[in-house]
């Protein structure tokens, strides 16, 4: 009689701590797949703000790239028309 009790106080035990390992299971879970969609969706804002960067800082560097090419022309023009009076 003694060893049924003792089975059964160990059966008990034994359900009540897989029960509170599935349950701490299911906790890391849920909260790493949030720690994941989080981290994803941060990820996706932070390529979009790169992307407009990228943009824009080409669009700039067209801009200079302009100004710099007509200030030679400007300077080439000047250049062209100044320097065979100095021959």
């Known amino acids: 009689m003694a060893t049924k009790k003792q089975t059964t106080l160990i059966d008990t035990t034994a359900k009540k ?3 509170i390992a599935t349950k701490a299971n299911d906790l890391a879970l849920s909260t790493t797949e949030k720690v994941f969609e989080k981290s994803f969706d941060l990820t996706e804002k932070g390529i979009g703000l790169s992307s407009i960067m990228v943009k824009k800082g080409l ?29």
Do not use: H, M, R
């Open 17 to 19: 701590v897989l029960g």
């Open 59 to 87: 669009k700039a560097s067209a801009k200079n790239q302009d100004i710099v090419f007509n200030t030679l022309e400007t300077v080439k023009g000047k250049a062209a028309k100044y320097l065979p009076k100095f021959k």
